[in-house]
């Protein structure tokens, strides 16, 4: 089992960065591929990025390729979602979510979820 906690969220301009936290806990962080997915008003839930277990692997949205990197700190139990060049289309609610094996671009891959946090850009 593990328990997500999101944070970093807020309200910045268009050009702006911010950086996303995800806290775990439990003894088994380093075994799961961890994920970032968002959620804007009247829209699914899409992938943004996601990592391999010791961040040998990552994955990326094209919308956000060249934008934001994903990391992780095994040690911390922590993956953060660096996000540069905001722009009004990243606004949504961003989710952390872990996983095990499987399609990182989608969901159902993801077995535990935190409750997210809200991100606004404005222009």
């Known amino acids: 089992q593990v328990q997500l906690v999101e944070s970093g969220g807020g309200l910045v301009q268009a050009g702006d960065s911010l950086r996303l936290s995800c806290a775990a806990s439990?003894?088994?962080?380093?075994?799961?591929?961890m994920g970032w997915f968002r959620q804007a008003p009247g829209k699914e839930r899409e992938s943004v990025a996601a990592?391999?277990?010791?961040?040998?692997?990552?994955y990326y949205a094209d919308s956000v390729k060249g934008r934001f990197t994903i990391s992780r700190d095994n040690a911390k139990k922590t993956v953060y979602l660096q996000m540069n060049s905001l722009k009004p289309e990243d606004t949504a609610v961003y989710y952390c979510?872990?996983?095990?094996?499987?399609?990182?671009?989608?969901?159902?891959?993801?077995?535990?979820w935190g409750q997210g946090t809200q991100v606004t850009v404005s222009s």
């Open positions: 439990g003894r088994t962080f380093s075994t799961y591929s």
């Open positions: 979510a872990a996983g095990r094996i499987g399609n990182w671009a989608v969901p159902r891959t993801f077995d535990f």
């Open positions: 990592i391999s277990s010791f961040g040998i692997n990552t």
